[in-house]
């Protein structure tokens, strides 16, 4: 696969994935078509040598993983960890707000969101809906409104004189996104606008039960810059690697065990049973090793590459970073440490990861925040401590995290799916095999 249409497929994997359900069921249908067959949790397992399957967690989390023709705990798995969530205003169970004569939404935070830019967006909904059918039994559909249905109005300058010194936005009073005009006749459902979009999709509900519902902005994906060197979209943190790790793994070498691992609710701290600090990854790969020896075997000769964006340094701010350690867009992946583990780096792992770019001839970049900032964190600890793995944290620069809308280097996604596919070919880690 070439750059472009690397970018393209991303793009287009942008596009139709506005939450993790959507993202799940995007990466499902990639899988299944290169052959992966679909596994779940609650039957027994027969996994063959050379097989290649996936399994899902609430919809929202994925494994996919291929057993290659070489004995695990001999050859342990390459690993590539990423997370399908994303910070976003997230539908309140009873959301209905009527005043000043207009329909509004409740709605709370996910995870550490820039504010500001969600106001004066073209917004839609998409999630997942619970619902009895007409057969009286309960089912899950995906729901995209796909058009714009809302929007955050800002207050006008001329109400707010400090709004461009010191403006502070309040998530309860200031971001309840305007739906339209109150209907004087009758009051404002919004599981019957669910209803009514299900029906639109084609699904026979007779009541909707529940739902993970979640705001996005509608502007598409692109490619921006004077000569196209960026990319621009929502969900870049982490949909770009988590579409990019799966390029890699079916673009690599069949015969050795690889494993992609997508979790929800990184965003948000991991802790739940579809995040990394649930026992997801750990259940599947026991059941893959067979016995508690063949696991900690396999795992002693494993690594997890924790594939995250990392923070570019950006031209208005420079002095956010640490002198030495401001990654460049477009100068390939970057490798992220940090001594209060933060990150699971270590030299050990970082030497592999260098050696790897070396020999896929990808640049490769370091970042380390600056000693008198805080430091935010990925699935790479998490997994690292839970399964006793080998890790590194790494990702493509970005600007604009937590925006609904993110900038990366045109470059950095085929870079790093260089990178991760040599990774996934490797057939020794260090000298005696074994990291």
């Not at 619970?130 to 995906?142: F, G, I």
Request: aromatic residues 8%; hydrophobic residues 40%.
């Amino acid at each position: 696969m070439d750059e472009a249409h690397l970018n393209q497929g991303l793009l287009d994997f942008l596009q139709a994935s506005p939450t993790p359900f959507h993202a799940t069921r995007q990466l499902a249908g990639a899988l299944e078509d290169d052959g992966y067959q679909r596994l779940q949790e609650a039957d027994a397992w027969a996994v063959a040598s050379g097989g290649k399957y996936y399994v899902t967690r609430n919809d929202s989390s994925i494994i996919a993983f291929r057993m290659g023709n070489v004995p695990l705990p001999q050859f342990g798995i390459r690993m590539i960890g990423a997370h399908t969530d994303s910070p976003c205003l997230k539908v309140k169970p009873t959301p209905e707000i009527s005043r000043a004569g207009f329909q509004q939404l409740g709605v709370e935070v996910y995870g550490g969101a820039l504010l500001n830019p969600w106001f004066d967006r073209d917004l839609s909904l998409a999630g997942r809906v619970t619902y009895l059918d007409q057969a009286n039994e309960v089912s899950n559909a995906l729901v995209n409104f796909e058009r714009p249905v809302a929007v955050v109005p800002s207050l006008a300058i001329h109400l707010d004189k400090h709004a461009n010194k010191d403006r502070t936005v309040n998530p309860q009073t200031d971001m309840p996104p305007l739906l339209g005009l109150a209907d004087g006749e009758r009051d404002f459902d919004f599981r019957e606008l669910l209803e009514q979009q299900l029906a639109t999709q084609g699904f026979a509900v007779e009541r909707v039960l529940d739902y993970d519902m979640f705001c996005f902005d509608t502007q598409p994906p692109d490619i921006v810059g004077l000569r196209g060197e960026f990319i621009a979209s929502a969900r870049l943190d982490n949909l770009l690697s988590c579409y990019v790790g799966l390029e890699a793994l079916l673009a690599s070498d069949d015969e050795l065990p690889a494993l992609l691992v997508c979790n929800d609710h990184e965003e948000v701290g991991s802790g739940s049973a579809a995040g990394a600090q649930g026992n997801f990854l750990q259940s599947v790969l026991r059941r893959l090793c067979g016995s508690d020896e063949d696991y900690g075997r396999t795992m002693s000769r494993s690594m997890l590459l924790s594939v995250d964006n990392a923070h570019g340094i950006h031209p208005n701010y420079r002095d956010k970073h640490d002198d030495n350690h401001g990654p460049l867009l477009n100068q390939g992946p970057v490798i992220k440490v940090n001594a209060k583990q933060r990150y699971a780096t270590n030299s050990e792992t970082s030497a592999l990861f260098r050696l790897v770019c070396e020999e896929a001839d990808v640049p490769v970049q370091s970042f380390v925040v600056r000693s008198d900032m805080g430091c935010g964190s990925t699935i790479g600890p998490i997994t690292a401590a839970e399964l006793g793995v080998a890790t590194l944290d790494l990702g493509v620069p970005t600007f604009a995290m937590h925006s609904t809308r993110e900038l990366a280097g045109a470059r950095d996604p085929f870079y790093l799916y260089r990178a991760l596919q040599q990774f996934c070919n490797q057939e020794t880690l260090s000298g005696n095999g074994c990291v």
